[in-house]
């Protein structure tokens, strides 16, 4: 089956910095991968997403890009906020809502330092 | 803008004892899923449900563990005989391509 390394566990920055997160996958057959943030007490919500049809996708201040070949897609946050402190989780799928579910990452908790 | 809804938000159980969370997912997806979340950890998938029957079904979805879609809007996750370690955040989600996840119920089992 799919396994999906998250790195890093944790990721303090100053505001108004970047963040990097990195995840890779094992499964080639895998052509989604969405990104969840989580604060405290909640579900996982979308962010973002990627379909292997693409190598880069950009929402205002979020980017995503994946490395088909090397079977690795990592997470940009730009000009960090404050309320971006979450833990954020990567996830691969092979059919991207279909019958086979996500695999998740092990997350990543991002602090971001006033 | 629609959202998946769950019940109860806490639920606190003798080992032992069934529980059933539930779940309104939102209403023009046809793609149900359970994941599971063990403090501090990963977001594990239990099962997706589709067609009212069970898709896929992960390892630790054993037969303790029975989903329902009961009528035209809940779907439910029915634990038969607690154990300690079923003690999570239990999330449902829906699908339209897309998982949309809900709050989650905690389920303490003691």
């Known amino acids: 089956g799919e396994n999906v390394e998250q790195h890093p566990s944790t990721l303090s920055v100053q505001e108004g910095d970047s963040a990097v997160i990195k995840c890779t996958y094992s499964?080639?057959?895998?052509?989604?991968f969405p990104w969840y943030k989580q604060e405290l007490g909640k579900g996982p919500q979308l962010i973002i997403d990627?379909?292997?049809?693409?190598g880069e996708k950009k929402d205002q201040r979020i980017a995503v890009t994946l490395n088909k070949t090397a079977k690795h897609f990592s997470l940009h946050i730009t000009e960090t906020q404050p309320e971006d402190s979450a833990v954020y989780f990567c996830?691969?799928?092979?059919?991207?809502?279909?019958?086979?579910?996500?695999?998740f990452g092990k997350g990543t908790h991002l602090i971001i330092q006033p | 803008e629609p959202e998946v809804t769950q019940t109860p938000s806490h639920q606190v159980t003798q080992m032992g004892q069934e529980v059933i969370l539930r779940c309104v997912p939102i209403?023009?997806?046809?793609?149900f899923y359970w994941y599971r979340q063990i403090l501090g950890q990963k977001v594990e998938f239990l099962v997706s449900?589709?067609?009212?029957?069970?898709?896929?079904k992960s390892e630790i979805f054993d037969d303790q563990f029975s989903v329902e879609r009961p009528d035209g809007s809940n779907f439910t996750l029915k634990i038969r005989s607690t154990k300690l370690e079923d003690s999570a955040m239990y999330f449902c989600?829906?699908?339209?391509?897309?998982?949309?996840f809900g709050p989650g119920t905690r389920l303490l089992v003691l």
């Open positions: 989600a829906s699908s339209e391509g897309i998982e949309y």
């Open positions: 990627i379909r292997s049809n693409v």
């Open positions: 449900f589709y067609n009212n029957e069970i898709s896929e």
């Open positions: 996830a691969a799928e092979d059919s991207g809502g279909g019958a086979d579910g996500l695999t």
């Open positions: 499964d080639s057959a895998s052509n989604y």
């Open positions: 209403s023009n997806h046809l793609y």
